[in-house]
């Protein structure tokens, strides 16, 4: 038996997200579909993370299992060339049998991608928030300073999340501007359901002037999600790397 | 009467290029409509190039005349919100009447981007040229000094261009990579029929060892499409800005 840990990209437009669901069009389906074509067996892949439909990811990681002994590079090419043209296949590998892209993950860096400017970009459309009012960059970094470090993030957790321990650890939270692109990097041990959305959301409340830097302390010790800025729309959002 | 110089992005995938065509679909038949109801006559815009089918523009440059009084805030709003996702107006502003976005061009810059990569990048399928091969980017530099200068570009002239003086002159043929991204920058006084996708076509043979760098020089001198390298895609080409 074998262990194989893919790196995978996808543009999360016309997809429910990756886990599969019964009569829609997930990323998860989709893969296994060309992954057991390619390998000739009924194939299941083991996601790093869900996303929400719209979501995106520069190098999301899954595993699966298989008695194949086909080569790294045949599986890629032969799965690229069953796949349609928003996922593709980057890297895979070997690994033990007792990896698991979910269960080990040490840590997870996503990227919130924002076109700042009056006008549409026509290039982005699916790809990132257009947010039209200018931006104080420096008040966002104050406000974004007070999700560093460990806290319960509780009033960033959309009701429909799990119920469970809803404490987790924020190692980054960059945000650079460099023309009118807006581009914040997170980077955690774990994320609750819509958290990074509801983060950004509630940091374009501060640059709105609805809330301030200051108010965020107050904000995570309410545990109240109605305490907490909007939930920011999906497309701008890339799971972009995972740590083992 | 005004004649309002106007700058605009367009994603030209879903475009059959810029000019009026009848009976399909333009960038200057869709902006003339969105144009036309908002002033509430009817109107033609100048357009700075003709532009293939899928060849986007970044500062694509427009002008029009106008009898209309409206302010330049509320032309680009009105106009912006009757465009689809597109296309994009930037900015507007009023020029002498003797202006025109065509004859007075001084200079233009093209990009070209290809996604270097053996597996496809599921964001840029209709944004760049995907090409698998290994690039030795110092040896198409190389090529492209030759291109730099003042010289006939007959062999860089699809058939069905026009014959006219074929003389043009390129002040900057830069090529950069960062990881997969490969883009060339692209500043001459002026582009015959294909000539751009022709040159960066050229400079893949030079990448595949079926021609030489100092090809480059007899190849121009022979005034003969057939000494040339193949037409590269139309979706990898950007109109990046034009000089007056």
């Known amino acids: ?3 194989l840990k893919v790196i995978m990209a996808f543009k999360g437009t016309d997809y429910h997200g990756f886990q599969r669901q019964s ?17 000739n067996e009924k194939v299941t892949i083991f996601g790093c ?4 439909k719209g979501v995106h990811a520069n190098e999301y990681c899954f595993n699966l299992k298989t008695e194949n002994q086909i080569r790294h590079r045949n599986f890629l090419r032969g799965i690229n060339d069953r796949l349609p043209d928003d996922i593709s296949l980057i890297s895979c590998e070997d ?28 290039f982005t459309r699916d790809l990132a928030l257009h947010y039209r009012r200018p931006m104080d960059i420096e008040l966002m970094k104050k406000g974004a300073e007070h999700f560093l470090g460990t806290h319960d993030f509780l009033s960033f957790c959309s009701k429909n999340g799990e119920k469970e321990n809803t404490v987790r650890t924020i190692y980054k939270f960059d945000i650079e501007k460099n023309d009118t692109a ?9 994320f609750l359901y819509n958290m990074i959305r509801i983060m ?8 709105e002037g609805r809330l ?17 800025g909007r939930t920011a729309l999906a497309h701008g959002l890339y799971l972009n790397k995972v740590f083992y």
Chains 1, 2 share one sequence.
């Open 1 to 3: 038996m074998r262990n």
């Open 23 to 39: 009569g829609i069009k997930t990323v998860q389906q989709t893969v296994e579909e060309a992954v057991g074509s390619v390998l």
């Open 49 to 52: 993370s869900r996303t929400d």
């Open 95 to 122: 690994v033990p049998l007792d990896f698991h892209a979910r269960y080990d993950t040490k840590a997870k860096e996503y990227i919130y991608l924002i076109h700042n400017s009056e006008s549409k970009n026509p």
């Open 182 to 190: 807006v581009k914040m990097t997170i980077c955690g041990d774990g």
């Open 200 to 207: 950004v959301g509630t940091l374009l409340w501060i640059n």
């Open 212 to 228: 301030t830097p200051d108010d965020i302390p107050s904000i995570i010790e309410a545990k109240d999600r109605g305490s907490s």
